[in-house]
């Protein structure tokens, strides 16, 4: 139904969220920044965006941050970031030693969610992370 772009904070790069809305969410991806000090803003932009929105919103992305990370942990308080089955490491793709991608459902909406499938999917190749899939019913 359309599309846009929230600027994020980054010194070396150009960052964004890409916010495109569908029939009954809006789907998000994003690249967090590899500088640790914009991460944590990044964050906070994502919460607030998420705030104007009147349907479900998922982000997926590389958010370069471990899920104990400050950034992660303040998203945490808004979004379900869903755990995956089996390894969840998918950085880098050849033998994932860290977890930095995550799929997140934000829950301040009353928007409920049932898993089907979370998991990383084997591939070393297409990428120097791997994919992550989530399979999964929204219910409002």
Known sequence: LSHYRVPLPC????????VVELENYYICSTHFSLLAEYRE???RIICEEAKK???PMIVA???NALRSSSPMQALAEHFYIFEKDGSNLTF??????KEIDYICLHKDNGAEVVVHESRVLYEPVASDHRPILVDMTICE
């Open 53 to 55: 929105l009147n349907k």
């Open 11 to 18: 010194s070396d790069e150009p960052r964004v969220l890409l």
């Open 92 to 97: 880098p793709a050849g033998t994932p030693t």
């Open 41 to 43: 803003e990044a964050a």
């Open 61 to 63: 992305g590389d958010f």
